[in-house]
C-alpha cells in the first residue's frame, strides 16, 4: 500500500483480495502497510487490484514462506511482550533455570538474573526430556510459580508449551510460549500458537533447514499471530566437542530473508558452561536480536542441563561483558 493510504483502503484492498478466493493477510509495518494475497498466483484478476484506491504495487512473493519473507515486510518485526522487546536497537535478554524445580530455586534466579539486566525470565513447567525417567517439569504448578516470579521481579515469562491443547492453559501464565525444537514440525501445535494472542519463540530443530523453519514460522504467522521470534538452538552434526553445533552465520542469513527477529541460545546450542560466555558476546557481534540463556542458583545441583547453566554470578560477569559487545556494534543490552 502507498504510505498515505487510508484504513478505508486498505480494508477495500483486503476485501478485493478476498473476492478473488485469496486469503489476506494485513501486515502493518512502521512506514507502510503490506497486504499478503495467500493462495493460487495463477488467480486471474490479481494484477487489477494495482487500480484500487491507496495500491501502490502488486509483486508476487518468489520466497515459499509468504508471511515471514522480507519480500512483503521489509522491515525488521520488533516483538513485544510484557517486559520484553525484540528486534529494536536494544537486545532481548531472556535468562533463567531450564526447569522450575521449586519455589526457592526459581525466586533466587528470578532476583539474580533481573538485578543482572535480563529483561525476559525463562524456566520450564514442563520438560519434554529424551528418556521418560527424566525431570518432566512442574507442570501446573510451575506455571503457578513462575507467574508468582513475574509478580515480585516484572520479568515477562516464557516458557515451553508441548501440545496444543495446553496453549490455552500455558497462555494464561506466560507472556511467551516456546515451541522447543523437538516440536518445530509439530504443525498442529504451530498452528494452535498461530490462533493465540501470546508471542511465541520458534526454536530451530535439532537436524531442521533454515528453510523448514521459516516454514514452520509461516504456520504461526498464518494463524494470525505476527508475534514470531526465530531461535537458533544449534543443529547436530559429526562433531562431538560440543552438544551440538552452533552456526551464528544463521543471523545474518535470516535476517536476509526475513523479517522475523533472530535469538541465539548459546546453553543448548554448546551444552557446556564454560563456552556460553564467549558464545553470548559472538551472537551479539553477529548481530543477534536476543540471547536466551540457562541461568541457575546451583548448577551442581539442577535437575536438568545443569552442565551448561551459568550460576548467577557468572551470569551478571556475563551480562556485563556483553554491553561491552552491544556498545561497540551501536546495540544497547
Request: charged share 25%; with cysteine; net charge negative.
Given at each position: 500500500?502507498?504510505?498515505s ?41 490479481v494484477?487489477s ?5 491507496g ?13 515471514a519473507?522480507r519480500e ?23 535468562a ?27 524456566g520450564?513447567?514442563?520438560?519434554p ?15 503457578k ?5 513475574r ?12 501440545a ?6 500455558v497462555?494464561?501464565y ?11 514440525q ?23 533447514t533454515?528453510?523448514?523453519m ?8 498464518d494463524?494470525?499471530?505476527s ?31 526475513t523479517?522475523?527477529?533472530v ?5 543448548h546450542?554448546?551444552?557446556?558452561t ?9 551472537a ?16 551442581e545441583n539442577?535437575?536438568?542441563d ?28
Open positions: 500500500m502507498k504510505r493510504a487510508t484504513d478505508d483502503n486498505i480494508d477495500h484492498a483486503a476485501q478485493q483480495v478476498e473476492k478473488l478466493g485469496l486469503k489476506a493477510n494485513v501486515l502493518r509495518g512502521a512506514e507502510r502497510t503490506v497486504i499478503a494475497a495467500i493462495g493460487d498466483e495463477r488467480v486471474e484478476g494484477r487490484l494495482e487500480s484500487a484506491p495500491v501502490d504495487e502488486v509483486m508476487s512473493v518468489l520466497a515459499p514462506y509468504k508471511l519473507s512483503a515486510h521489509s522491515t525488521t518485526s520488533v516483538v513485544e511482550a510484557g517486559s520484553l522487546s525484540v528486534g529494536g536497537n536494544q537486545i532481548g535478554m531472556i533463567g533455570p531450564c526447569g522450575v524445580e521449586s519455589e526457592e530455586q526459581l525466586m533466587t534466579a528470578a532476583r539474580a538474573v533481573k538485578a543482572a539486566g535480563a529483561t525476559a525470565l525463562r520450564g513447567a514442563y520438560k526430556r529424551t528418556s521418560p525417567y527424566s525431570f518432566q517439569g512442574m507442570k501446573t504448578e510451575g506455571l510459580l513462575l507467574a508468582a516470579a509478580e515480585e521481579t516484572g520479568l515477562a515469562i516464557v516458557t515451553e508449551v508441548v496444543p491443547e495446553d496453549v490455552d492453559l497462555g494464561e506466560a507472556d511467551v510460549l516456546q515451541i522447543g525444537a523437538r516440536n518445530m509439530n504443525y498442529r501445535l504451530l498452528e494452535a500458537c498461530g490462533r493465540s494472542h501470546r508471542a511465541v519463540l520458534l526454536k530451530r530443530g535439532a537436524s531442521a533454515l528453510d523448514e521459516l516454514l514452520a514460522a509461516e504456520y504461526i504467522l494463524g494470525g499471530n508475534k514470531v521470534m526465530l531461535c537458533e538452538r544449534g543443529v547436530r552434526t559429526f562433531e562431538s566437542h560440543t552438544r551440538f553445533t552452533l552456526p551464528l552465520a544463521t543471523v545474518p542469513y535470516l535476517q536476509e530473508k523479517h522475523l527477529p535469538v541465539i541460545d548459546p546453553s546450542g554448546t551444552g557446556h564454560s563456552l556460553v560466555p564467549a558464545m553470548c558476546r559472538a551479539i557481534a553477529a548481530g543477534a536480536d536476543g540471547l536466551i540463556v540457562e541461568v541457575h542458583p546451583d548448577p539442577a535437575k536438568s545443569g552442565y551448561q547453566s551459568l550460576t548467577c554470578e557468572a551470569f551478571e560477569k556475563v551480562m556485563a561483558e556483553c554491553r561491552r559487545v552491544a556498545a561497540a556494534v551501536d546495540r544497547t543490552l
